[in-house]
């Protein structure tokens, strides 16, 4: 999307405002960085013409933390404290609700508000009615998307659409950020908390009808969800004017840093005097939030602009859509698409693939698979509630008359790290199967999320032992006998399969002549076949998963600059919403992707462990 003359002096004399603006409130940017506006993402860091390098550990931008906007430093804080003591810490606050209320706030004060120059310069892309005049402040999240909208149809069925659903279906705020928010939360804080405050704190302010000022505060969230940072102990989540102009990318130059163990009560270092070195002596205050390169800027050879990025985090694309408004052209390495067990409908639909919704077959498979999970007594409890849940909400409700909400790590974690395998067992086993990285790799989600495919078609190591476990359990039932399986027989129907997958290499098989290969290969047969069945219903759901849909959006995203007719096939397709669809229909086709890989290879193991029964 380009943009006109017009727009473009338009978009350069807002940078040179947030530039006059930044310098008035003691933000340092490095000389050889500048900010520009880019059609794609607004303002952006780059290196600035004239230089070719910047060494890594430069100190790129300083922002101090009163510089940010915070529920500590808003003109609001005032109404905030005397409103409730603990909105500074809790579910809304650390959602971003909090801040987005702030966020409101400042805006309604306009030029009153010491961070009008900063807001100004905010995101506006929230489409309006055909596209008049410039957009609603904010980003256009999925969650606000219209369900007859043609961005909304392209997810149907992907981790994006499961996402705006499990959000949805929760009933209260979510106990961590990875769970998102949906509007019906957003409204429900606006209704209770931000209306009535804004009416007190702003009773001599004139302010808009109560509909467009529920639009604003969307348009708020959206803003705090797609750019703030989790700064201090004392501030909590701030908007960092500067930070948020360095754009995502997972090969990041620039990264984030800021003291974060500093005085609860007035946010500064031990030198307040609050707290004191333990010497007695008072320490050097450093209130700053620095943008450091951990990574040499080198400018491109061609003379291209060289844009400097931050991360913001392991993200799926999935997750960066729904969270930050954007997908990235090519797949992540984070991807993962997941079934989330405390949903209702993914755990049926769990069940029914692996041929447990029957209470018998349930009943063995949580004995059999919390036998799985390994000595700890604990973890066993955990995996055999988490086994045991209703399939449907409403028997939730009449069980337990609360939310389902699992242990953090999730029970299925525990089946990761039950079955250790080495060498070439274990090599074997990682071109079927993945296995979840653990928090102290600094990704939590398959720690939350352990039932996956990755977006290289590699099955979670947690979905095929559940599946394993469902295998055996039905072979109990059916034979109406006890089998409290261990992790012991696991492990030889792992080293059998690796053995399966070396001579699909042609590589040397592993030793395996102790295994009883007629019974560990049934079993390990049919949870192939059930995890195929899963994975086969979850591509069919899929928009996208039929060749003449997949062919249309391939060509809508190549065709995107030669074919406008096959953009504006749909009416609600203007030039504001196509980013949106565009973003859809990479999610969609990533997604689609990933899981024909698996159940390509899983139909090749299935075919390797059949020739293997002939013989």
Not at 122 to 145: C, F, H, M, N, S
Not at 253 to 266: A, G, I, S
Not at 494 to 517: F, G, M, T, Y
């Amino acid at each position: 999307m380009s943009l006109a003359a017009d727009d473009i002096d338009k978009c350069n004399t807002q940078i040179a405002a947030l530039v006059c603006w930044l310098e008035d409130n003691a933000i340092w940017l490095h000389p050889a960085i500048e900010l520009r506006h880019t059609a794609e993402s607004g303002c952006a860091a780059f290196l600035r013409d004239g230089y070719s390098y910047i060494d890594a550990r430069t100190v790129v931008g300083i922002i101090p933390k009163t510089s940010c906007l915070s529920a500590r430093t808003s003109a609001l804080a005032t109404h905030l404290a005397g409103h409730s003591p603990h909105l500074l810490f809790s579910a809304e606050s650390a959602s971003g609700l909090t801040l987005a209320l702030c966020l409101l706030y400042e805006h309604i004060l306009s030029t009153q508000s010491r961070w009008h120059g900063y807001i100004s310069s905010l995101p506006r892309t929230r489409p309006t009615a055909q596209d008049a005049g410039k957009g609603r402040i904010g980003v256009w999240l999925p969650y606000e998307w219209p369900a007859t909208s043609s961005a909304r149809a392209w997810l149907k069925g992907t981790e994006v659409e499961r996402i705006l659903h499990r959000a949805d279906a929760r009933p209260s705020l979510p106990d961590r950020a990875s769970r998102g928010l949906s509007l019906r939360h957003i409204n429900i804080f606006f209704e209770h908390t931000a209306l009535p405050l804004l009416r007190k704190a702003l009773r001599l302010h004139p302010l808009p009808d109560e509909g467009a000022l529920l639009d604003q505060f969307i348009g708020a969230y959206s803003l705090v969800s797609s750019r703030a940072f989790l700064c201090d102990l004392h501030h909590g989540l701030v908007l960092a004017p500067l930070a948020d102009a360095f754009n995502h990318s997972d090969e990041n130059e620039v990264q984030f840093e800021c003291e974060e163990d500093v005085c609860l009560q007035c946010g500064q270092l031990p030198s307040c005097g609050h707290r004191v070195s333990e010497s007695g002596a008072a320490l050097a205050t450093v209130d700053t939030i620095d943008m450091t390169l951990r990574a040499p800027v080198i400018a491109h050879a061609d003379g291209k602009q060289r844009e400097v990025f931050n991360s913001y985090g392991p993200l799926s694309n999935a997750r960066l859509l729904t969270s930050y408004g954007f997908a990235q052209e090519t797949e992540t390495e984070w991807e993962r698409f997941v079934w989330d067990w405390e949903d209702a409908n993914e755990r049926r639909e769990v069940m029914s693939a692996l041929g447990i919704a029957d209470e018998p077959e349930r009943q063995r498979w949580a004995e059999i698979g919390s036998g799985c999970s390994g000595d700890d007594d604990q973890e066993k409890r955990e995996l055999r509630d988490a086994l045991l849940l209703p399939t449907t909400d409403s028997q939730a409700c009449d069980k337990e008359a609360r939310p389902l909400h699992l242990p953090t790590p999730s029970p299925f974690y525990h089946l990761a790290t039950s079955v250790k395998h080495e060498g070439d067992v274990l090599t074997h086993l990682e071109d079927l199967f993945a296995f979840p990285l653990s928090a102290s790799d600094d990704f939590t989600h398959d720690v939350d999320y352990p039932l996956f495919v990755d977006g290289n078609g590699n099955v979670s190591v947690c979905l095929w032992r559940a599946a394993w476990a469902s295998a055996q359990a039905q072979e109990a039932v059916s034979r109406d006998r006890e089998d409290h399986s261990l992790p012991g027989d696991l492990a030889e129907a792992e080293k059998w399969l690796a053995s399966v997958l070396a001579q699909q290499q042609q590589h040397q098989r592993p030793d395996d002549h102790n295994i009883s290969r007629p019974l560990v290969s049934s079993r390990v047969l049919r949870a192939l076949c059930s995890l195929r069945g899963l994975i086969s219903q979850r591509r069919t759901d899929l928009g996208v998963s039929s060749p003449c849909k997949e062919q249309e959006a391939l060509a809508l995203l190549d065709g995107e600059s030669d074919d406008e007719a096959r953009w504006h096939r749909h009416e609600d397709v203007r030039d504001s919403t196509r980013p949106a669809v565009r973003y859809a229909l990479l999610c969609a086709i990533q997604e689609n992707a990933a899981l024909r890989a698996a159940i390509s290879r899983i139909d090749e193991v299935i075919g390797a462990i059949e020739q293997e029964q002939e013989q």
